[in-house]
């Protein structure tokens, strides 16, 4: 059998600013980097079984990946000395970053995706106090006509969809609404994500018909689908 690496994702640091309650670190009491040693070796794995022909895609996550910006520079650096054709992600929470990280990240061209939750109503019920300095961010990276990833709760479910028209209308292309997957999703609040996401589904033919872009994961696939005929 010969199995391929298609990605990589890397856990950089379980560190983090903040303490969302939806977390799926939230409550571990160690906190931890990952080594340089390991760094490497994520870089050999890429090189011995990594898919060949195309930028190969290696995600940072965390904590909060850009709290340790120098390790995420050590290991693109590493790569371009091993001139390695790569593509780079960061996930992160969007509010941390200063004009040198923001300067690496558009000089390097690296996908910054910055979750948030969407309105300001949704994001301080989840987040207090970030959603000013959110938007400060986007500014900072240059990333306002980027995609959103909106983390979605129980809690903040009722807003997603203004979220998500807000977010558009602020220069975003789209928006991705992430359920909590360790919430307790009653069927009440269950029904309001399904009603939420149709809501969503509008808003993509409106956007579609003005000839404009919007994606949002799961409703852009459904709709390739549509146009490819093929089941999702």
């Known amino acids: 059998m010969n199995l391929r690496l298609s990605s990589l994702d890397i856990e950089i640091t379980t560190f983090c ?4 309650s939806y977390c799926y670190l939230f409550g571990r009491k160690e906190r931890e980097d990952i080594s340089d040693e390991n760094l490497l070796k994520a870089l050999d794995l890429v090189d011995k079984f990594g898919v060949k022909g195309k930028p190969f895609p290696i995600r940072f996550y965390g904590g909060e990946p850009i709290l340790r910006f120098e390790k995420i520079k050590f290991i693109i650096e590493e790569a371009k000395k091993r001139k390695m054709n790569t593509r780079w992600v960061i996930f992160s929470n969007g509010v941390v970053g200063n004009k040198d990280s923001a300067d690496y990240c558009i000089a390097n061209h690296i996908q910054l995706v910055r979750g948030c939750n969407g309105t300001r109503e949704a994001q301080e019920a ?20 980027g995609h959103r990833r909106m983390t979605t709760t129980p809690k903040n479910v009722k807003y997603m969809a203004q979220g998500a028209r807000e977010l558009v209308e602020a220069g975003s292309f789209g928006a991705t609404p992430m359920p909590d997957y360790y919430a307790d999703w009653t069927p009440e609040a ?43």
């Open 126 to 145: 989840e987040r207090p106090n970030t959603y000013d300095r959110y938007n400060e961010m986007s500014k900072l990276f240059h990333d306002e006509r």
């Open 17 to 20: 600013n903040l303490s969302c």
């Open 190 to 232: 269950t029904q309001m994500y399904i009603d939420q996401n149709k809501e969503i589904g509008k808003l993509f033919v409106e956007i579609f018909k003005l000839g404009k872009p919007f994606y949002s994961f799961f409703i852009s696939k459904a709709a390739a689908c549509i146009f490819t005929k093929k089941k999702s």
